[in-house]
């Protein structure tokens, strides 16, 4: 099993409950982590036997074009999309939210969402 991670995909997206968010927009980043099952890949080394990280990339900005009023929304369907990929264990999709609307000052608002195939249970 190989834990392939993707950080920093940036989206620009409609999500939000203030109805300027809706019309306006705002940046996100997204990061995901799946756990895949490399046992096929590591001898052939071909791509169809492992999970393509474009594709991954595909799902997150086709699920970001989706408007949601909360971050969970998105975040959940994301991690939904590519639970169903080949080979894939288990998902981690965190959602950032950069710059939202908010009078105070943080260094992040995300979501994160775990999912994994109801067969596999991880040591970590």
Same mark, same amino acid.
């Given at each position: ?10 989206? =620009?997206? =409609? ?5 300027? +968010? ?21 001898? #052939?080394?071909?791509? *169809?036997?492992?999970?393509? =990280?474009?594709?991954?990339? #595909? ?8 408007? #949601? ?11 939904? *999309?590519?639970? *169903?990929?080949?080979?894939?264990? *288990?998902?981690?999709? +965190?959602?950032?939210?950069? #710059? ?25």
């Amino acid at each position: 099993m190989t834990t392939i991670t993707i950080e920093g995909i940036k989206v =620009y997206a =409609y999500h939000g409950h203030l109805k300027e +968010e809706a019309i306006l927009g705002g940046h996100f980043n997204v990061n995901v982590w799946v756990e895949v099952n490399t046992d096929i890949v590591e001898e #052939s080394d071909e791509l *169809k036997d492992t999970l393509d =990280y474009v594709k991954v990339i #595909s799902i997150v900005k086709e699920q970001m074009l989706i408007r #949601s009023n909360m971050i969970e929304v998105p975040t959940a369907r994301i991690a939904k *999309k590519i639970l *169903k990929e080949k080979n894939v264990l *288990k998902v981690t999709v +965190e959602l950032e939210k950069i #710059s939202p609307p908010v009078d105070a000052v943080f260094k992040k608002i995300s979501a994160k969402k775990t999912l994994a195939k109801s067969n596999f249970s991880s040591t970590t």
